[in-house]
């Protein structure tokens, strides 16, 4: 059952062994939001952790992170709907900053363009791969976006509305997708980003990040929805 909230946003914060990032992250997550930590196997006991500092848990038995995005947003109840990654690459501090034109409604999805703090931010064989993906993804939506930054802000019934199926690495990449599809209002905004806590489970080799970029090249293939397309957040029809 979901536990329903007042929060004004939910933040969805994907989980697989995140103990020692936990207590950062939490503290920052804004006042009166919700974080909703989705557990996808933790050993190290993140969980407890992510309970034991006020945050809702969720576990999600698949694995993917597509899996538990999907799962953060399905038991998410506020309004508008924050993604973050819970490694503390990010800051929470800075969601308002993501999602207020959402929250204002002049924009559809916001998403955090990462800009490295440090060298070592951001390993040479991840960013590589992230730069392949930004051409296609320009090639495919027209967009002009230049990263596939993790960290976003959209209205829950409206990202529900996009049918989202990919339970892996390539979920955030069809958000985009199949958004721009419905012709959302889609944004970027500058974020820090810092060096993660542990390692990277997707994109910590140059294997990961290329099978990354592979998985991803199927979601680009799909073919616009020919059909009726999910509307555009707050478009009265």
């Known amino acids: ?107 559809d999805l916001v998403l955090g363009r990462r800009r490295p703090t440090t060298l070592g931010a951001w390993p040479l064989h991840a960013r590589l791969a992230n730069l392949e993906l930004a051409r296609l993804i320009r090639r495919r939506t027209g967009l002009p976006l230049r990263d596939l930054g993790p960290m976003r802000a959209a209205r829950r019934e409206a990202l529900l509305a996009l049918g989202l199926t990919d339970r892996r690495s390539g979920y955030p990449l069809q958000m985009v997708v199949r958004a721009a599809d419905a012709g959302w209002r889609i944004r970027e905004t500058d974020v820090p980003y810092h060096p993660r806590m542990g390692r990277s489970k997707v994109t910590g080799t140059w294997r990961g990040a290329w099978q990354a970029v592979r998985d991803m090249r199927a979601v680009l293939a799909e073919h616009p929805a020919t059909g009726p397309v999910a509307p555009v957040p707050g478009d009265v029809r």
């Open 1 to 107: 059952m979901n536990e329903t909230s007042t929060s004004p946003v939910d933040v969805v914060l994907p989980c697989l062994d995140e103990a020692e990032a936990l207590p950062w992250v939490l503290e920052r997550i804004p006042p009166t939001w919700r974080a909703i930590v989705v557990d996808n196997g933790s050993t190290d006991g993140s969980p407890d952790i992510a309970r034991g500092l006020g945050a809702y848990v969720v576990h999600e038995p698949r694995r993917g992170f597509g899996a538990a995005c999907h799962a953060g947003l399905i038991v998410a109840t506020a309004d508008i709907v924050c993604f973050s990654d819970c490694d503390a690459s990010l800051d929470p501090q800075l969601l308002p900053r993501v999602a207020g034109p959402v929250l204002d409604g002049s924009i």
